[in-house]
């Protein structure tokens, strides 16, 4: 399968503050998707972005498919960011490689 | 909004027990897929189906099985459980066989084998 590294693995943070998050990957993808997990467990999908920019309100995604990252951007920080963001990549329909996760701790 | 449902949150089973695991979604998506995620580990994926009565083995298959006998509905089946298996599980759903896109998932069931 394709690996996918994640860093950094932990990241707290001031309210108001930004992040960058990184996720590395080891081969050629058509699939790349940015999840947040909240803590009672529910994935929710932030972008679809197998190459390219997108926005999304504070949130935003880069990817370098040619050099084989993606960076999710996080503005502004709130307390109800936290949670942990993965990506997970892939190439054609039948699955998913996901990394092991940045878990993102945002204080008041 | 595309909605992935799992009957369960939380399960506590005895080894041995046979135990299902039931999912639905209401979009017709084409491809609905099962999952693990363990500290440290990620995401793995067990199973998925792209059609009523097919499936295809992921990563981790053994020890589980799968039916999908309604479009909707796609079950995991711990034939015999093992504390080993214990774990949350994450049910996802896409809308093409042919295309990986945005994948949907359910709030997971959150399984101990005693």
């Known amino acids: 399968g394709i690996q996918v590294e994640q860093s950094p693995p932990d990241l707290i943070l001031q309210e108001g503050a930004n992040s960058t998050l990184r996720c590395n990957f080891s081969?050629?993808?058509?699939?790349l998707q940015w999840f947040h997990q909240n803590p009672w467990g529910q994935l929710i999908n932030l972008f679809y972005?197998?190459?390219g920019t997108k926005q999304n309100g504070r949130l935003s995604a880069t990817t370098v498919a040619t050099e084989r990252y993606s960076l999710l951007y996080i503005s502004s920080s709130q307390t109800t960011d936290s949670g942990v963001y993965f990506c997970?990549?892939?190439?054609?329909?039948?699955?998913?490689?996901f990394g092991t996760g940045t878990r993102l701790t945002v204080i008041p | 909004d595309v909605k992935v449902t799992q009957s369960s949150r939380y399960l506590v089973k005895r080894t041995g027990e046979k135990v299902f695991l039931e999912c639905v979604q209401d979009?017709?998506?084409?491809?609905m897929f099962w999952y693990r995620q363990d500290p440290g580990l990620g995401l793995r994926l067990i199973y998925f189906?792209?059609?009523?009565?097919?499936?295809e083995k992921g990563d981790i298959p053994e020890g589980y099985s799968v039916s999908r006998e309604k479009k909707e509905r796609f079950s995991l089946i711990l034939e015999s459980a093992s504390t080993n298996q214990t774990s949350m599980y994450l049910c996802?759903?896409?809308?093409?066989?042919?295309?990986?896109?945005?994948?949907?998932f359910g709030q997971g069931t959150r399984l101990t084998v005693v």
């Open positions: 189906s792209y059609d009523v009565k097919m499936k």
């Open positions: 081969d050629s993808v058509n699939n």
């Open positions: 997970a990549v892939g190439r054609g329909a039948n699955n998913l490689f």
């Open positions: 996802a759903s896409t809308r093409d066989r042919w295309v990986y896109t945005e994948a949907f």
């Open positions: 972005i197998p190459s």
């Open positions: 979009m017709d998506h084409e491809n």
